[in-house]
């Protein structure tokens, strides 16, 4: 079954401030029958792009923790272009319904972002200097 963003939120232990760990949102997704792949992707930003397109390639979505608005937060990744991924994040404005805004169309999840706007988002993640390019490869 489908899992939501608000599903999650709901039910997620948020020990600091609020802040999700990415050991939470691991067990979480377990829970809810999924495989999770963690790891940290400290390489070149070239090199991260190539690591995140061959994942989606694979068909698994990426979930990356990134610093957006002086927010640590999560996205999940769910396609690209050639100079852009398709994201889903929670934090766009949100509409009727109050559902977030999409501003992809038919596209996967509800914003694009260009590569460098991804990559300074998330080279700017992290927690008290861990979990700096932090990644969750997920398969159900």
């Not at 691991?26 to 090199?47: K, W, Y």
């Not at 989606?56 to 610093?67: A, C, D, K, M, T």
């Not at 998330?122 to 969750?136: E, I, Q, T």
């Amino acid at each position: 079954s489908a899992v939501t963003s608000e599903d999650l939120a709901t039910t997620l232990w948020r020990p600091y401030r609020g802040y999700t760990l990415p050991t939470t949102m691991v067990s979480a997704l377990q829970e809810r029958g999924f495989t999770v792949d963690q790891r940290l992707v400290p390489m070149p930003d070239a090199e991260k792009v190539r690591w995140l397109r061959s994942k989606l390639e694979q068909g698994s979505p990426v979930i990356i923790l990134i610093r957006q608005g002086g927010v640590l937060h999560y996205v999940t990744l769910l396609g690209y272009t050639e100079q852009a991924f398709y994201v889903y994040d929670s934090l766009q404005p949100r509409g009727e319904g109050d559902l977030t805004v999409d501003a992809n169309g038919d596209l996967s999840g509800n914003v694009t972002w260009t590569d460098e706007e991804l990559l300074a988002q998330w080279n700017a993640g992290g927690l008290f200097g861990l979990y700096r390019s932090y990644a969750m490869v997920v398969e159900k």
